[in-house]
């Protein structure tokens, strides 16, 4: 009896463990079914792949304002998607440039909304002329 409710533990612990075990097999080879790549001589560039167990990747970019001393950014967007070890295909698109980062995906987190009271207020003082800042000159220690 021991040994089926020893059985019996195990197994239901083994059920229960993350499908990500299969994701961690020793020695297991994923193929690549297909892969492009194209780099040209201006450096924009553009790549793709596919993966044998569903991975999806792609990126293209550029150098924007190519020379432009100050205002030159490397920009790229592209998308990828998987399937995570619990089973929810995951999708997300992106843009980076010189004003960052920006990914879109249904998995990632967003913040709450803004309150209505601060909303209010925030446009309050939006509406409010900018007033010139008053600034000190230091004065020399005199001691």
Do not use: C, W
């Amino acid at each position: 009896m021991k040994s089926f409710v020893a059985f019996s533990a195990l197994f239901a612990v083994a059920y229960a463990a993350p499908q990500s075990l299969q994701y961690q097999l020793q020695g297991q080879e994923i193929p690549i079914v297909r892969q492009t790549a194209d780099v040209s001589f201006d450096g924009s560039y553009q790549y793709s792949y596919e993966t044998g167990n569903g991975i999806q990747a792609q990126e293209e970019g550029y150098l924007k304002n190519a020379g432009v001393k100050d205002a030159e950014a490397q920009v790229a967007q592209g998308s990828f998607s998987y399937t995570s070890p619990e089973g929810v295909p995951i999708s997300l698109t992106y843009v980076a440039d010189e004003n960052g980062f920006r990914p879109v995906g249904n998995h990632l987190p967003t913040p709450p909304p803004i309150p209505e009271a601060i909303a209010r207020a925030l446009q309050y003082i939006a509406s409010q002329p900018q007033q010139q800042q008053q600034t000190f000159q230091q004065q020399p220690f005199r001691g």
